[in-house]
C-alpha cells in the first residue's frame, strides 16, 4: 500500500484535557416524517420510551418532557421534546454485575440486537477494537476509553468467549498516551488481550486501511469504540444509548473541548452556552476538516451521525487552476485518481475512495477535490 502521512497539526488548537457534561437541554429535536407525525400524539414522554420508527430504525427520547411542537429545516422535520429535567427513565437493567451474569446477558441478548451482524464474528481468530482517533482535533474515544475502559474490557471478553475468539488486539495510536495507559492499567486480567500501538499516520483508522497496513486478513473482525459501547448498554445494561461525546473545536474559538451532550440537543444552544469566539468570521465543518464539509450550524441537531463541529477561520488562499501534477493521486491511499474525478468535473468516479480528503489536503492549487468525489464520508 502506498506511504500513509502524519497530518501537521495547528499548535494553536489545544483540545481541554477535561471533558464537559451538557446532559440538560431545554428541548431535544428527533427526526420525524409528516405520516409519522400525524400519527403522533401531544404527550408526556419518559428517558429511554420507544416512540417512533424512522427509517428503519427505533427512534428514542433522551430525556424525560413533553412533545411541544415540530422543528422544521431545509433538510429535514423534528419532533419537539421540552425537557421537564426529572430524568424519568423506563430503564430495568442490570444493576449488580458479574462475570457470570454479564457474559449470560450478552449471550442472550446478543441474538436479539438489530445491529450486529452475528456472521462476522463466526469462525473468527482475531477481535480487534479499532481504538483510533484519525481526524485531527477530535478527542471522542480517548475521552470514552478513560471514562469506560472496564465496560470496554468486559464487552471485549464476552464477545471473545461467546463467539470462541481467541485472540483480542486494541489498537491505538502511539500519540494517544491516556489511553494507552487506560488500558495497560486493566489488560493484565485478561490473558488473551493485548494493546497494539500503531504510529500517527493518517487515516490509518479507516478500516481497510487498518486490514492493509497491519496485514490483517478474513480471521480478523473488527469493531469501533463506538460500536462496542452501543452493545454494551443494549446487551448488558439493557437500556438505549442517551448520551453522546461530541468535540467542539477549531482555530476560530478560544476553548476546544469534548462534550457529553444529550442526543437530539440543538448544536446552536450548545455553542451558544459553552463556546467562546476569538473570531467574528468562520467557516463550520462537520466531522472533520480533511474532507471539509462546509454546514450551516443554525438547525444543526446532535445525532449519533455527528462526531465534532469544526469552526475554522477562512482558509487565505483561493483556488487556481489544476497544474496537472499528479499529487493528489500520488498520495491516495486507495489509488482511486481523484485527479481523474477533477478533470471530468466528477463524472468520474471511483468505489474504493474513502473520502480521507488527502488529496485536497495535498493540493498545491487548493483545489477542493472533494467537489468532484461524489458523497462525502460519515467515517
Known sequence: MKKLLTIAKDASIKVSSQITNYLEPTHIYLPITEEILQNTEIKKVKKGE???SYQGKDVYSSVSGRIVGILKTTEKSYLEIKNDYKEEDLYQGMHEFTTVNIKTNFSQKIKEYPNFDVQKF????????????????????????????SSILQMLDCISEVFAIPEVRIYLKENDRESIEAFEERIGTYPNMSVSILPDYYPIGNEKILREYVKLDEDACIL?????I?????????????????????????????????IGTLASELVQKCIEFKEKNYKVFLNGIMNRQEINLEGLVITENVRAIYFMKPLKYQPKKC???GKCD???????????AVQTK????????????????????????????????EE
Open 330 to 340: 500520488d498520495v491516495c491511499p486507495r489509488k482511486s485518481h481523484p485527479y481523474l
Open 224 to 228: 469501533t469504540t463506538e460500536t462496542l
Open 323 to 325: 497544474i496537472h501534477c
Open 122 to 149: 463466526q469462525n473468527k481468530k482475531i477481535l480487534i477494537l479499532n481504538g483510533i482517533e484519525d481526524e485531527p482535533y477530535i478527542a471522542n474515544r480517548p475521552f470514552i476509553h478513560k471514562q469506560e475502559t
Open 346 to 377: 466528477g463524472v468520474y468516479t471511483n468505489t474504493e475512495c474513502i473520502h480521507c480528503g488527502l488529496c485536497t489536503f495535498i493540493c498545491p492549487s487548493y483545489i477542493d477535490l472533494n467537489e468532484y468525489l461524489g458523497k462525502r464520508g
Open 50 to 52: 420507544k416512540l417512533y
Open 230 to 262: 452501543d452493545l454494551y448498554l443494549n446487551t448488558i445494561r439493557e437500556r438505549q444509548k442517551d448520551v453522546i461525546y461530541v468535540t467542539i473545536t477549531g482555530n476560530a474559538i478560544k476553548n476546544p473541548q469534548v462534550f457529553r451532550v444529550k
